[in-house]
């Protein structure tokens, strides 16, 4: 965990109201874990806002293709309030003070050979990173839910930037890696299949090895309750067996004061005890939620 000014390579609005930010960090992007997020001082206010490690990018010799040493990291933000306009009010050549990466990331078990991400709207921030960590090796399928389709991650007009950027010098700054299939979800119909992410779910419960999961409370109370069936709704045996075997991890987005493990605003009561999102999370099982005591 690094401490330090760093500068803003760009910051750009790529959905209404969504900042893709991205910052010379080479020393957070050599480190951060799929999962793990940062606090960045907002202007004027006391307490630093958390945000998600949504991608990282490394710089290479354009001849070789030997790694340079320097990498940049991304995150990406919905403007909700003060810290996050302030945020969205920055611009390319502007320092911000960041303190990262922190807490504990997704934990991929190496018997898992599919693997299904779910994000419902901003949550797809540290899914990206994770389906570019895990691609390599995994089968990936990654759907994204969203009231509508200017919602929807953006990848095609970001994939076309990412060709524009100096030409081969950039590793991974291409959003998604070709093979890991996509999957848009929207609430009005506007693009991709229409519902809620926790509707489609069910379609890939037999296919996953592993769930990991970023969105709203709401999302994971839907997930709770179609991985664990209650016994007496007569769900089909071998599908019960399945959902209720399956390994599913959410990201937690509590209000969080320090972010480093000082504070414990940010404590949750879990099935093994008190649990500080920031420490020990912000990703934990599903299934040792308690959802009826969770506050975000
Ligand atoms: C581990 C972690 C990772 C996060 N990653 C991202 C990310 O990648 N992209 C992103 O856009 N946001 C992310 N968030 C949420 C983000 O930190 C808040 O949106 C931000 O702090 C709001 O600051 P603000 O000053 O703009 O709003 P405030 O003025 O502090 O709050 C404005 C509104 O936003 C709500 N809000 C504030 N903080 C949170 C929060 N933590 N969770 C849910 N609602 C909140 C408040 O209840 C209030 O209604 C993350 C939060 C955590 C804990
Ligand atoms: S935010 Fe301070 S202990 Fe987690």
Same mark, same amino acid.
């Given at each position: ?5 760093? +500068? &803003?390579? /760009? ?6 109201? $969504? ?5 010379? #960090? *080479?020393? %957070? ?77 997704? +934990? &991929?078990? /190496? ?6 991400? $779910? ?5 797809? #921030? *540290?899914? %990206? ?168």
């Amino acid at each position: 965990m690094k401490q330090s000014l760093y +500068d &803003i390579t /760009s910051n750009v609005e790529v959905m209404p109201g $969504v900042y893709l930010m991205w910052l010379e #960090a *080479p020393d %957070i992007a050599s480190h951060a874990y799929p999962g793990q997020f940062i606090t960045v001082c907002c202007g004027g206010l006391i307490l630093r806002r958390p945000f998600s490690v949504h991608r990282v990018s490394f710089l290479s010799s354009p001849s070789t293709g030997e790694d340079l040493g320097e990498g940049g990291i991304a995150i990406l933000f919905k403007v909700v309030g003060e810290g996050t306009f302030w945020l969205a009010q920055q611009q390319a050549g502007n320092k911000i003070d960041v303190l990262g990466p922190l807490g504990r990331g997704f +934990d &991929i078990a /190496s018997d898992s050979k599919n693997l299904l991400l $779910v994000g419902g709207g901003i949550g797809i #921030a *540290p899914l %990206i990173f994770l389906a570019q960590y895990a691609s390599p090796q995994y089968q990936v399928t990654l759907i994204h839910g969203a009231s509508t389709a200017a919602q929807i991650y953006p990848f095609s007009s970001l994939r076309a930037e990412a060709l524009s950027i100096a030409k081969g010098q950039r590793s991974n700054l291409s959003p998604l890696p070709e093979k890991v299939q996509f999957i848009p979800v929207t609430e009005d119909g506007t693009l991709g299949r229409k519902g809620m992410v926790t509707d489609i779910l069910p379609d890939f419960l037999n296919w996953a090895d592993q769930i990991c999961a970023c969105g709203p409370l709401d999302m994971y109370k839907a997930m709770s309750l179609t991985l664990n069936p209650s016994p007496l709704k007569g769900k089909g045996k071998g599908e019960g067996e399945k959902r209720s075997n399956l390994r599913c991890q959410v990201s937690l987005e509590v209000r969080m004061g320090c972010g480093i493990g000082a504070c414990r605003s940010c404590t949750i009561n879990t099935r093994h005890d008190l649990k500080q999102v920031c420490r020990d999370g912000p990703v934990f099982e599903l299934n040792d939620i308690l959802w009826q005591e969770v506050r975000i």
